[in-house]
């Protein structure tokens, strides 16, 4: 039995922030009892050293790949292809790798920081099949996502479970980025036994799995449950039990989202600019005040109509707020059509809790929605988040995620009554 009865709407609700609820807590953390961002398998488990010129290394070393070492008052920071709410990167990645050349069959942990894959079950008659897509066998590579969630609530408390969630969305784009790159389709997959998953993977209720991504033939065939469970391993060095999250995890996985077709993005990037783009990926953390062009703003828009590719059907709508884009009036958008006009880059800059990065942009931009499933709606915001982060920095624009903005204030600006699940700034 759950110890809060809370329906997936009201986790949202109880995670509000508002002007008086920064004030109260605004979050200071001593950072020298941050809990490690890494987790490592035992050393006696078997290790592949990913070797980039292997396709299917190389297809998932991009998937979490260091890409920034940094030095801040003495303390290292690693910087990966994927954004994370405070750099505190809650989200691991797992691969199934079934029937590929001189790869045994197994499911792998992506040890980041070593750049390895770490077999922790190898398969025979059973694999991740069985919970995700019944009476089918994958022929490549499943990946799974889930979240060691002590490592966001250790600094965001509550609000951590919008994070854990976004960052999966997040490390989803970056999946389906490699993908490609690599020329593979890939399907997202939402709704699945994610709690049977949880308990035979080992993760007690330190971790837990918020999605899975297909890419390889489908077989009709019937795959066994694990017939083994994965011994516990922790993802940090020490951890805080936080029941909110623990049950808003719980809440969240079980209802299903209505399905849609399955669609195919057609993206037309030049494949070396779009690799550089996602080897180079940063969120900026200054905005110059300088217009971008029409064109390049309708460009990066046009990317999020995409298809995502995926069954679970989760509207996102999405908000401009145009204060630096040639030749358009500021003002609120929706859809290129204007919902009121007047420069609110003062105004956004104070409801994203006062950052100057949605002030000085030249778009904030707000994905709002009307969910049935909160944890995949809040992933697929991450998602096309990173769309967001990829196409603009492609062309040469500035961008950053916004995680912090006062929920009420910002919804009465939008004049929406939809929960706003993410913020983001493009710009120069
Ligand atoms: C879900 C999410 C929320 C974020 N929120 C903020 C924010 O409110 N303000 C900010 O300056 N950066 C924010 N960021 C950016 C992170 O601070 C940044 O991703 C992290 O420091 C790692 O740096 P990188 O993106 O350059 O690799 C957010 C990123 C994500 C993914």
Redesign the pocket.
Same mark, same amino acid.
């Given at each position: 039995m759950l110890e809060n009865d809370l329906s997936s709407k009201n986790y949202h609700q109880a995670t509000k922030h508002s002007y008086l609820s920064v004030q109260l807590d605004p979050n200071y953390v001593d950072s020298k009892t941050q809990p490690s961002a890494f987790k490592q398998y035992p050393k006696f488990y078997r290790r592949v050293q990913l070797n980039i010129n292997h396709p299917i290394h190389s297809l998932i070393y991009l998937t979490g790949a260091i890409t920034l070492e940094k030095a801040y008052k003495d303390v290292a920071f690693k =910087?990966?292809v994927n954004?994370?709410?405070?750099?505190l990167y809650p989200t691991e990645i797992y691969v199934q790798i079934r029937g590929m050349p001189e790869i045994v069959d197994g499911i792998y942990h992506l040890e980041v920081e070593n750049n390895c894959l770490t077999l922790i079950y190898e398969l025979i008659d059973d694999g991740l099949e069985s919970y995700i897509i019944q009476s089918k066998c994958i022929k490549g590579v499943i990946f799974l996502i889930s979240c060691v969630y002590y490592r966001s609530s250790w600094k965001y408390k509550n609000r951590s479970l919008r994070?854990c969630f =976004?960052?999966s969305g997040?490390h989803l784009g970056t999946i389906a980025a490699s993908a490609y790159l690599h020329d593979k389709d890939i399907q997202l997959i939402f709704d699945f036994d994610k709690l049977a998953l949880n308990t035979d993977l080992g993760f007690e209720n330190k971790e837990f799995v918020t999605a899975c991504v297909v890419c390889g033939e489908v077989e009709e065939k019937n795959v066994r449950r694990l017939r083994l469970k994965v011994p516990f391993v922790c993802g940090t060095d020490y951890f805080e039990a936080n029941q909110f999250i623990e049950d808003g995890y719980q809440v969240t996985a079980l209802q299903k989202s209505s399905k849609q077709q399955l669609e195919h993005p057609k993206f037309e990037f030049d494949k070396d600019k779009f690799y550089q783009t996602v080897w180079h990926r940063?969120?900026n953390?200054r905005f110059r005040k300088q217009l971008i062009s029409q064109e390049d703003y309708f460009k990066i828009l046009q990317q999020l109509k995409q298809p995502i590719p995926t069954e679970s059907c989760e509207a996102i709508k999405v908000y401009s707020v145009v204060h630096r884009v040639e030749g358009i009036s500021p003002g609120l958008y929706q859809d290129n059509h204007l919902i009121k006009s007047g420069d609110f880059s003062e105004h956004t800059g104070y409801l994203?809790i006062n950052?100057g990065?949605a002030r000085d942009c030249a778009v904030t931009l707000f994905f709002v929605s009307d969910y049935t499933n909160y944890q995949t709606a809040m992933q697929l915001a991450?998602f096309l988040?990173h769309r967001v982060y990829l196409s603009s920095n492609y062309l040469g624009i500035q961008c950053?995620?916004?995680?912090?903005f006062y929920d009420d204030e910002t919804q009465s600006f939008l004049e929406t009554t939809k929960d706003i699940l993410?913020a983001m700034a493009i710009g120069i």
């Open positions: =910087l990966r954004p994370s709410a405070g750099g994070y =976004l960052d997040h940063r969120s953390r994203c950052q990065i991450g988040g950053s995620g916004i995680g912090a993410y």
